[in-house]
């Protein structure tokens, strides 16, 4: 039997009701999409800046075989001393040149569009040690220095950007580490600092800083990514330091860890791939230095040398998650430390001295012998 009339209009009703609920929610979880396309953060343009690894405004100073892959550059200042013992591997050292100071104009808008980044979330802590933080723009509140004491987590993927607005200084704890989950890059890692920027000794640390006044690596601490000073200095003391490259990705390579190390005394470096596809995994061909150990993740070689005076040969090896691979020649000298001497007198404190005790034996003489000519 044909259905009546008012039970066929009421059908359609429904359906078209439905229809309009359908293209409503179609249409919420479009703009939902589009408004999280819109807060999602796009790289900071470094300009010429990004192939500098270490740059600073009035000088560069380095202690130790400090190995930085990358440029070294100085503008407008023209100091850059440690180099040798230091080394710079596929770049080159820039003393108040073209390059440096075109450099350093990259560096001032590059800082200004970090620290003008909209709708941050607010750090209430003083020290973000410890937590897991996903992609986006993070600004210090009361506190406005910020520290990294223990391990604190970037999570996210390949294309996943992180910009950090601290109003004063960043320090980081001795043997802490930043580290990256999910396939972040280290290029995409942005620390804008107001004041000046001090890594611990022996840490791990992602990222390019950007710091108004001055950046210190101290000791033994590994950086991925950039140290940029827009007038002070940076100083280096036996590091790590690795330019992550561009955003764009390219041909997957990695880098060797730190050559020097000493028997006893604690050593932090990494293994760096750039390019590829992340995530990635590391390992080595052969065997590191007795009491080192390499991270498979994160590519960090840590631990206290412990076999003797040695050389030791190996590949260091990096895949990516579309099956690239990519190696590199790779070794670490294994010495003693260096003890310090012990104090020496300089000819003209050994004539004074000389001089004292021809002065004493003198007058020794004459209480000895009252009535001698001397």
């Known amino acids: 039997m044909p259905m009546p009339v008012r039970a066929r209009m009421g059908r359609e009703y429904r359906r078209s009701r439905t229809l309009q609920l359908l293209n409503k929610l179609n249409l919420l979880l479009l703009c939902l999409t589009f408004s999280i396309c819109l807060r999602a953060q796009l790289p900071v343009n470094l300009g010429s800046a990004s192939t500098f690894s270490v740059l600073a405004g009035s000088t560069v100073t380095n202690t130790g075989p400090t190995t930085v892959n990358g440029n070294v550059g100085v503008s407008p200042g023209t100091a850059v001393t440690g180099f040798p013992p230091g080394s710079v591997v596929g770049g080159a050292i820039h003393s108040a040149d073209g390059p440096a100071g075109t450099a350093q104009g990259d560096l001032t808008a590059a800082y200004l569009d970090a620290a003008g980044r909209p709708t941050p979330t ?6 973000i040690g410890g937590q897991t933080l996903p992609p986006g723009v993070y600004k210090t509140g009361s506190t406005d220095s910020l520290g990294i004491t223990g ?80 007038t002070g200095a940076v ?43 992340p995530p990635y995994t590391f390992s080595t061909t052969g065997s ?24 030791t040969a190996f590949v260091a090896n990096a895949a990516d998650s579309e099956a690239g691979h990519a190696t590199n020649n790779c070794s670490i000298t294994t010495t003693v430390p260096i003890q310090p001497s012990a104090p020496t007198l300089s000819t003209w404190g050994l004539g004074v001295l000389a001089l004292l005790l021809a002065g004493y034996s003198v007058q020794f003489i004459r209480k000895a012998h009252p009535r001698s000519t001397l």
């Not at 607010?122 to 020290?127: H, K, Q, T």
């Not at 880098?255 to 190390?261: F, R």
């Open 288 to 311: 590191l230095p007795p009491g080192l150990n390499l991270d498979a993740s994160t590519g960090v070689v840590t631990g206290t040398p412990n076999g003797g005076i040695v050389s």
């Open 122 to 127: 607010i750090i209430l802590v003083p020290d």
């Open 235 to 277: 100083t280096l003391d036996t590091n790590t330091v690795v330019n992550p490259g561009l955003p764009a990705g390219g041909a997957l390579t990695v880098t060797c860890p730190l050559g020097a190390a000493q028997l006893g005394v604690p050593y932090t470096s990494f293994l760096v791939a750039t390019g590829g596809t």
């Open 151 to 230: 391990i604190l987590r970037l999570a996210g993927n390949a294309n996943s950007v992180f910009i950090f607005q601290i109003a004063s200084t960043l320090t980081t704890a001795s043997i802490s580490q930043v580290i990256l989950q999910g396939g972040v890059r280290a290029t995409n890692v942005f620390w804008q600092v107001g004041s000046s920027a001090t890594l611990g000794t022996n840490s791990i640390f992602n990222g390019t800083i950007m710091a108004q006044a001055s950046i210190t690596i101290t000791t033994g601490a590994a950086l991925n990514g950039r140290a940029l000073a827009r």
